[in-house]
């Protein structure tokens, strides 16, 4: 995985695994992959998985079944969606509005960019 210098490792690994649970590649109450394998997939020291992991585990997106592993927590989705969108709110909407601003793109273009992104993307066809 390409890592992004903007942000801590750990934190992407964390994006990595909520993405898995929206897109539903982990439904909820499934095993997630153990620290070893996710850190030999994404090529990371299993310290920062596990660091990823207790940041899930702290916002209840994931939970651990002592001796048998991690498992998506019921809820996560809900769980998965606010933690996403208060970063989004936080992070990202300031730039991509400053950058609206700046470039004098008209709201209906937008709006109209968005709904040929979601039908390109994520219309079953």
């Given at each position: 995985m ?7 490792i750990?934190l ?13 590649q982990?439904?909820l ?8 394998d996710?850190?030999v997939?994404m090529e ?8 990823a992991?207790?940041f ?7 939970v651990?079944k002592r001796g ?9 989705i809900a769980?998965?969606i ?8 936080e992070?990202?909407?300031?730039v991509f ?5 700046l470039?004098k793109m ?7 960019r968005?709904?040929?992104f979601?039908?390109?993307?994520f219309?079953?066809?």
């Amino acid at each position: 995985m390409e890592f992004r210098e903007q942000q801590a490792i750990y934190l992407q690994i964390a994006e990595y695994v909520c993405e898995q649970i929206l897109l539903k590649q982990w439904p909820l109450n499934a095993k997630v992959l153990s620290i070893r394998d996710l850190a030999v997939m994404m090529e990371v020291n299993p310290n920062t998985v596990q660091r990823a992991y207790d940041f899930l585990q702290q916002r209840e997106i994931i939970v651990n079944k002592r001796g048998v592993g991690y498992f998506v927590a019921e809820g996560a989705i809900a769980k998965v969606i606010a933690l996403r969108r208060e970063q989004f709110i936080e992070h990202e909407l300031p730039v991509f509005f400053r950058n609206v601003y700046l470039l004098k793109m008209p709201l209906e273009e937008i709006q109209a960019r968005y709904n040929q992104f979601i039908d390109d993307n994520f219309k079953e066809k």
